[in-house]
């Protein structure tokens, strides 16, 4: 599929052409999008991101923990170029680490990660849209019938297409593992700018 700026004013349309993201950026800058943006993966659906590459049992670390408004946690595992064929298996084993982790533990990862921030006022900006207005003696807590990481939900983004790992994650949803797998393709025209195209292949839509 082709892209192009439209500039209506002058008659033109200018092709961006679709070019590898390691060319201009690295893994860690799209990192660094996501964590600022992580509602790009869910279709505007808001997620507050509460870790960051934080230490687990296993070899790995992932990339991104977030909580969604149900309080269910989200693992997002990010590759560019063309994607191991473990990334799947490390996104379980993240989401199995997540799993074994109590509420109080939860909250003291968050806490780790967002320092200045309680995670109830996080949560607070993040998905009632209210920010603290400075008072002391108001206390900000948590929705009293949230039940903190009663379920986990993957996000593994990849650039370009793979049918292996599209097969496999179609598969995992079938057993009831609620894996979603982002696509991204980066463009770019001569002058410069920049698009990132965004596709989710496998989630709840396509189930």
């Not at 993957?154 to 696509?183: C, K, M, P, Q, S």
């Amino acid at each position: 599929m082709a892209m192009y700026r439209v500039q209506p004013t002058e008659n033109k349309m200018q092709l961006f052409l679709s070019t590898r993201f390691g060319d201009y950026y690295h893994e860690q800058d799209l990192e660094n999008w996501l964590e600022q943006n992580p509602q790009i993966l869910t279709d505007g659906e808001p997620l507050l991101v509460i870790s960051r590459q934080p230490a687990t049992p296993f070899s790995g670390v992932p990339d991104l923990i977030g909580l969604d408004e149900d309080g269910n946690t989200v693992v997002i595992e990010l590759k560019r170029g063309r994607p191991p064929r473990d990334v799947l298996a490390q996104a379980l084993e993240y989401a199995a680490w997540l799993a074994s982790l109590s509420s109080d533990e939860i909250e003291r990862l968050a806490s780790s990660y967002l320092q200045t921030n309680t995670l109830a006022e996080a949560w607070q900006e993040t998905f009632a849209g209210e920010v603290g207005d400075g008072v002391e003696d108001t206390a900000v807590s948590l929705p009293i019938n949230l039940q903190l990481n009663s379920h986990q939900r993957i996000f593994v983004v990849v650039e370009g297409n793979d049918d292996r790992i599209t097969a496999v994650a179609r598969y995992l949803r079938t057993l009831g593992v609620d894996i979603n797998l982002i696509e991204f393709r980066y463009y770019r025209i001569k002058s410069g700018e920049e698009m990132l195209d965004v596709e989710l292949v496998v989630g709840p839509e396509q189930d």
